[in-house]
Structures are given as structure tokens and as C-alpha cells.
């Protein structure tokens, strides 16, 4: 399709060289005229002397100054011819070299791999090359042409008096495997006759504008972030992020919280590197935030960014070892956890503890010591109600309480939600806006009330990537823990918190019931 433009191009330059025929002779004409009527003003002051000298030899004076005008016409010609001669010499290299300067460039359009026309404005020394869309509408930048035009007529005016050649084209380059960016660009190279080379004068580019290869058109928050679980990923990240750069973060922590969501309609600035997004108006004192994509992950279509910036993401799961995830709900107190925390630090266990608002802000210092002996601490709500009989406000309140009291106690927001009973539905983990995660095996503990009924239980269901629901508020399950270690050791498990068993990849709207069995909420 390219090879076209070059039969353009000879076209063009043919249209260009007759043009500057036309304009190049007018003023050979000029500078002609002058060199004449300079030898004609000569020619009459000497006639004037001549008249005062003697009659008889007025002839041969006659013929002495006719020889002297011939002798003055034809030097003045000859130095008119020779100027003439050099200017065209000089033109006839500044044209040479435009024409080279446009072959390089054209050279790099092929490149580019637009389609172009080649359009060429010659006026005597101002050449303007347009690299037209060969078809406009399959370039995604609107009015692509007329914006060329103008941006290269800007551009010429700026060297009014120089030989320039002005160039306005679109450059196209992939910036991630499914994202391409478009610029409108105008050079100007203003040609320098002593050195007889082009000195890069000026560059104009207009906003580059990004394109997805997926839909043709331009980038969208929508194609860049898939499905609304994932926003409200970012939302997470956000907020988690605002209190870690927040110098007094116990005083914004109520503003991250009752923050406005994000939605698709937020305005965004794509880099292939990092996202910017500006907030919906809030008290936390950040209108904006840039999040690079790797903080992001698995909110993110990994085709239209920068692959380089996902490598960090990568699983640190063995795909050859057995994993499994113990998870303890409804605490914490101030004497079965704390139990459980050491049989848990004797074993090298790190587990999940799904704990309720209301008991962390009782015992808030038990909260800590789970963050800071390495487990995982997730929002098990407030109080301990039906999430999926709650109005979203009402869901919101318990989820935001949980949130406050487990930062206040490890600094650290819950990810993710365990609803009580499992019960959740799509009205109430929108409004949750956390990942939701189930299990795969029900201990029963809480009912058994038995260390080795509940060991059998475990021992009955567990798989590779399951996820064991137990309860650290009661003493019996607690006594029941070294056994289900040692047994499910020596099988060959080892033990991860859930949000390594999911490698971090859970997202809001979707539950999980175990490493591979991943469900949306409906
Ligand atoms: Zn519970």
C-alpha cells in the first residue's frame, strides 16, 4: 500500500519543480533590470562630457564610448550572468539536498506504517511537505489533514526570509503490545547556505493521543480497566495508598473512607508506565493520584500497558508444592487468639483471621500482635450481620467501621471480606467493594466442639488450593490446630495466607471458594 506514495511523491515534486520555475525567473528578471539601468545611467553622464570636447573628434569619441558601453553592457552582463549563475548553482543545491532531506523522511514515514499521501507546497524558497492520511478515517486522530496543513503553514511563517522546508506528518508507535500513540507533528529545517547543511529550526506536536488495537479507538478507562470489580480494586489501592503517604493519617482516615468512588466517567491521563486519576471531590486533601501499573495489577488489561511494569506480579506460588489456607473468623479476644497465635508461630504458620469491627476495637493490641506476627487480618463486618439483607448504605457503614478500627489497630486497610454465613449477592458486595472469600472446607468446628472431629473433617476434604473455615473464639477449634498442621505437613502442604493462595489477584464482585475455584457474585 506504501509503495504508492512514492509515485506520489514524483508526481508532487514535479508540480514542485514547475511551480518554482515560475517564481525563480521573476526574480532573475528583477536583479537584471537592475544591473541595466545602473550601465544606462553611466552611459549618460559620459555622454554629457563628450559633448563639450571638439567637434572633430566627435566621431571617433563617438565610436570609443559605443565601444566602452558595449565593453560596460557586457561586463555588467557577464557579472549579472555570473550572479545569476551562483544563485542558481546555490538553488540548485538547497533543491538537491531538500529532495534528499525528503527522501530520509519519507524513508521514516514507511516506517511509521501510515498509509500517506505526499503533498508538496513549493514557493521559491519555502517547500512544504505534508504527509496526508492516505485515507482519513482510518486514522484515528480527527480532521488529521486540515490540523497538518495549518500546523506546517504556522511553522513556514515563522522563517520568512530563509529557504526552509517545512514538514508535517503523523507518527505512529506501539507503546504496549495493544496501544498505540498518534502524534500530529510539524518540523521546519531552515537550510543554511555556508555550511550547506539544514539546521533544525522548530517542532510542533500536537497531544499525543492513545489507541487501542482492541477497539480502534482511543484508549478508555474502560479498556484499560476491564469490569467494575476491578475499579473498585483501584479504589482500594487508592485509599490505602492516600493514608500511606498522608503525614497525619489518623486525621484523613475518616475522609478515606467516605471517599466517592471512581468511576469509568473519571478523567485519567494513560502513560504506558503509570495511570493518573483524578478523584471525585473529597476531604482527604489528594485531587489526584498516579498509581504505577505493578500496584495495580490485577485490576489492569495487561495488553495495554507496559509489560515490564506487570514482571513484579508474577506468582510466588510453587506450581510443583501443595498450599493451603487456614482461616479463623469472629475474633479477635484477648485468650483463644492469643492461644492460637502461638501454636501458629511454634508451627511457622501464617493464616487469615477474618475478624469483626466491633472486636478488633475491643482488642485492638491483639489485632496488632496478628498483623505483626506475619497473618493476614480480613473484614468479617462489624457486627455480624446478613451482609445481603442490609441496604448498600447499611452494608457500607459495617464494611467502613471494620476498615477503621483494623487500620487504626495495624495501619494496614482489610482487602478482603468474608460475609458472614457466606452470605452475599451482587446489591451488597458492590456496596462492600471488597473481594469476597468463601471456603472449601466447613470444619464445623463451632458445632463439632471436638479437636479430632474437626482434624477428621479436614482431613476428609482438604485439597491442594482449599481454603479451611475454622473459628479462633472457640477453645476447641483453637486445640485443634497443631493437629491439623502436623497432619497436612506431613502431606505435604504448606501453609499461605489467602491473599497469597489467590497471588493477590482476588477482586471486589468476584468470591472465592479456592485457589482455582473463583465465581462472580450474582
Ligand atoms: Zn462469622
Redo the contacts with the bound molecule.
Sequence with gaps: MFMKKSSNYSNNSQHKEATSEKQAPLSRVESHQKQTTGTARRTQTTNRQVSKKKPTHRKYLFSLMTLLTIVIIATGGYIAFTLKQQEALAREKYEAAAEKLLASIQEEQVKEGIPAKLETLSNGDKKELIFRPKEESTIPVKDASKKLSTMANKLCKKHTDKETVTVARIEAQAVASKVSTYSLKADSYVWNRETGRFEDADSVVADPIFISEKTGNELSLKDLVPDEGSLLGIQQVIQQKILDQAKEPDKVIDAVLAMDRITYESKFTYDPEKLTIQLPQNQTGVSEITLAYKEIAPFIDPELVNADQLKEQQSTLDQNKKYVALTF??GPNDTTTLDLLKILKDNDVKATF?E?GQMVDRYPEVSRKVHEEGHEIAS?SYS?PQLNTLSPEDVKAEITKTDKAIYQATGVLPKNL?P??GAIDQQSAQAAGKSIIQWSVDTEDWKLKDPNKILKVVQNNVYDGSIILL?DIHPKSVQAVPGIIQTLKAQGYEFVTVDQLLNGNQKPMYQYFGATDERSVS
Design positions: 473468623d469472629d477474618f469483626l468479617h455480624h468474608r458472614p454465613y473459628h
